[in-house]
């Protein structure tokens, strides 16, 4: 199997862009957790809420104008920024579901 850093798609693994640009999501997401955003809150989140707030602000980054009716929480927490911070929060929003769907996976299987 391939790591991904050998992938072509991926960007030379010394490439300053593409590590600036995974730091901010980092940033962002522990942003979040530091808001009270916790694993375990995250944990109760099994309707794909994460993911659809996700593909919310991906869709306002993307110029759809209903992007917030995806939005899974009480409309005063809808937030969208410009373009590249509403990407940034989708991206850490992503990262926080795919952290959920493993933590839910390792339980399943006996490892948490």
Do not use: F, N
């Amino acid at each position: 199997m391939t790591s991904p850093l050998e992938h072509p798609v991926v960007a030379e693994p010394h490439d300053g862009i593409l590590w600036k640009v995974l730091a901010e999501i980092a940033a962002e997401r522990q942003r979040q957790v530091a808001l009270g955003h916790s694993l375990v809150l995250d944990d109760a989140y099994i309707d794909r809420e994460l993911a659809r707030a996700a593909g919310a602000y991906a869709l306002d980054a993307a110029g759809q104008t209903h992007a917030s009716l995806y939005w899974p929480w009480p409309g005063h927490s809808w937030q969208p920024g410009d373009q590249r911070r509403d990407l940034v929060r989708a991206a850490a929003l992503a990262v926080a579901e795919i952290e959920r769907l493993d933590r839910e996976a390792a339980v399943a299987e006996g490892l948490a």
